[in-house]
């Protein structure tokens, strides 16, 4: 039971450049976040999911996208990355209503972008 | 989910007791109150979570207030391992979710 697993865990992009960031759980969770994380800052809500082939915007959604097509995996999409998107980048999982609601977070990918 | 408020910094000697308060006020009565930790830059961890009794396990204990609109994560014995940030958050275990704010939390640092 590996938890939430995001890769890749660091990446350097150059501006203009897009990429992926995958996450995955194998909790079989309903709900999942993506988060970004600066210096100084707590963990700001980009995306999330409340299941599969849905998707929501968070507080700071501009200059990404995502996708859920498959229950387990939640996708965030930089289409031309910018130096205002290096970061520290937390994906999160949580299952649906139950007594044992836990929310489960990645070990983040640092993302640098030039 | 309701917002929670936490001061920005707290600090606390080894081997202390370390009280971070956390405040709930608009929190409804089906949304549990759990705390979590990161240190230097990780994945935040659950430490803990509760309705309205007192919690205690292994890592801390918490205290809601009888109005739940303020609880109180307690570390008993502080070590410089507890150094990190903590957040609060309230979460409704039994309706359907949507945003998860986290805010800024409390960056505890527990000194020599």
């Known amino acids: 039971n590996a938890g939430v697993t995001q890769t890749p865990k660091f990446r350097v992009l150059k501006t203009g450049q897009s990429m992926t960031l995958l996450c995955a759980q194998d909790m079989n969770h309903e709900y999942m976040y993506w988060y970004r994380q600066d210096p100084g800052m707590g963990l700001r809500l980009i995306h999330y999911s409340v299941g599969e082939g849905t998707t929501a915007k968070g507080e700071v959604p501009d200059g990404y996208n995502v996708s859920r097509l498959k229950k387990q995996n939640f996708l965030l999409g930089l289409e031309s990355a910018a130096p205002s998107q290096t970061s520290v980048y937390f994906c999160a999982s949580i299952s649906g209503a139950g007594i044992e609601r836990k929310l489960f977070f990645g070990s983040g990918t640092q993302l640098s972008v030039l | 989910d309701a917002k929670t408020t936490q001061p920005p910094s707290m600090d606390c000697a080894e081997g202390r007791a370390a009280n971070l308060p956390c405040n709930h006020s608009t929190i409804s009565g089906n949304e549990y109150v759990y705390w979590y930790r990161q240190i230097h830059s990780q994945g935040p961890q659950y430490i803990i979570h509760?309705?309205?009794n007192n919690e205690t396990n292994e890592m801390a204990s918490l205290i809601i207030t009888e109005d739940r609109k303020s609880s109180t994560l307690i570390l008993p014995h502080a070590t410089l391992r507890d150094t990190a940030v903590y957040y609060c958050?309230?979460?409704?275990?039994?309706?359907?979710?949507?945003?998860?704010?986290f805010g800024r939390g409390t960056q505890l640092t527990v000194w020599p």
């Open positions: 509760g309705l309205k």
């Open positions: 958050i309230a979460l409704d275990r039994g309706s359907t979710l949507g945003r998860l704010y």
